[in-house]
């Protein structure tokens, strides 16, 4: 540990694990059928190499730093299931679990994640010139944000693989979506953040109990002391982003429900704001798993990936031409959640976006701020910055001529406004009282 970071005690853990059967979705008689019956994962397999990897082993990133991909046996899966069943399912990500890494459905950590609202904006359309324009609203899931979703699959493989607690780096949402899941599993939690993050995400991590540590610095130097801490902790795991294999297993699960949605097709674009770059990858990882299922014909969506000016090395890279990204001198953004200099899967972000026809855009803080206020007063949607930002994304790709405007065009809202009061200025007078 750097001399300059402070000192995280090693603790064992604070709550004895306990099998996690609370709300255990799936269909009746589940817990009668074998439990590998329940998913039909196959493997994990380099993102970089192609290796095959023990998935029934904790494991990290692959021997060359690469992150592990979840593979599933499709064949099985198809002959399994169906999009009807699915339909007669309760309607959480867990509907999905035939191609989700959970093997026991008691072991499933829930709290009710998942099927959030695709939300037509006719309105806010018109204004942008796309009228087809939808929002996937993640605002609505536990704990305000989409991380709920990498979180709910991540800890229930965690618990299922016998680990004791979870550490992690974050920029605030994610952090407390990992200890509300790591409460409810009962296994212990650590997370580190910037001392500059959203207020109300340290709150969440201390009323679920976590450790929390504030760094004076950006994610990644966050990122060590996580990584000191679980050195020194037995039985832990390091589940930063796409450091563990089972966070974007959860977060693919927003490209199964946009497709389910609109009937078992794909709309024309989706755009999703860029930080760590999961919820890309793993949208276009299920895009692809779907069409193998013969769940979805015809070509892909065309993703977008959306940054901020103020740190946008995905963009950059993507401009480039390169395959990888470099970090930005200082990255800074009122889209916190976005300002992640280099992520570690970038170039499978960039890998997406170019495999189907899509591009990169940033937009500066100010044109983010200002659509957050149009597309509230347009439609009542108060979104986070980070899905502010694709709104204004869409206004660039229209005037651009790269969106003609009839395209059907769905915005993935990563999180809920109220997560961050002070993106939005109050000015109302006080009057005397009558």
């Not at 709300?23 to 998913?39: E, F, L």
């Not at 009228?131 to 800890?155: H, I």
């Not at 969440?204 to 990584?227: F, P, Q, R, S």
């Amino acid at each position: 540990m750097p001399p300059s970071s402070p000192s995280v005690p090693a603790r064992a853990h604070r709550r004895r694990a306990r099998p996690v059967g609370r709300g255990a979705p799936g269909p009746a008689g589940a817990h009668d059928r074998r439990v590998t019956a329940y998913s039909l994962l196959s493997h994990l397999e380099c993102s970089r190499e192609g290796t095959p990897h023990d998935a029934d082993v904790v494991q990290g990133t692959s021997p060359v730093g690469a992150p592990l991909l979840a593979r599933y046996d499709l064949d099985r899966v198809a002959a399994a299931v169906t999009p009807a069943d699915i339909a007669g399912r309760p309607p959480t990500l867990w509907r999905y679990h035939e191609v989700l890494p959970v093997r026991d459905p008691a072991r499933v950590v829930s709290l009710g994640e998942g099927m959030t609202p695709m939300v037509d904006l006719p309105r806010h359309g018109a204004r942008l010139g796309v009228p087809a324009l939808r929002m996937k609203d993640e605002g609505l899931v536990p704990t305000g944000s989409f991380k709920a979703r990498g979180a709910a699959v991540g800890v229930s493989r965690a618990v299922e693989l016998g680990v004791a607690g979870i550490a992690m780096p974050t920029n605030g949402n994610a952090g407390a979506a990992w200890a509300a899941y790591a409460a409810r599993a009962g296994i212990g939690a650590l997370v580190a953040m910037p001392v500059d993050a959203p207020q109300i995400t340290r709150r969440g991590c201390a009323v679920t109990g976590a450790e929390l540590y504030l760094v004076d610095g950006l994610i990644g130097d966050a990122g060590a002391l996580v990584k000191a801490a679980v050195g020194e902790r037995p039985g832990w795991q390091d589940t930063s982003t796409l450091r563990e294999p089972y966070r974007i297993e959860g977060k693919k699960t927003m490209g199964y429900e946009i497709v389910e949605q609109l009937g078992w097709r794909a709309p024309d674009v989706i755009l999703y704001p860029t930080g760590g770059g999961v919820g890309i990858i793993g949208i276009h990882k299920a895009l692809r798993e779907m069409r193998e299922l013969g769940w979805l014909r015809g070509e892909l969506p065309r993703l977008v990936a959306v940054q901020a000016t103020g740190c946008a090395p995905i963009v950059d890279a993507f401009a480039a031409g390169l395959a990888e990204s470099t970090p930005p001198a200082d990255p800074r953004t009122v889209a916190f959640g976005i300002t992640v200099p280099k992520a570690l899967g970038d170039f499978l972000v960039l890998d997406a976006v170019r495999a189907t026809g899509g591009t990169a855009i940033a937009v500066t803080d100010e044109e983010l701020l200002a659509a957050q206020s149009a597309l509230a007063r347009d439609e009542g949607a108060w979104v986070c910055p980070e899905g502010a930002a694709c709104f204004a994304a869409v206004g660039r790709l229209r005037e651009s001529g790269w969106l003609a405007g009839d395209e059907e065009v769905v915005v993935l809202n990563t999180g809920a406004g109220l997560l961050y009061p002070d993106t939005v200025p109050v000015d109302a007078p006080v009057l005397p009282r009558p």
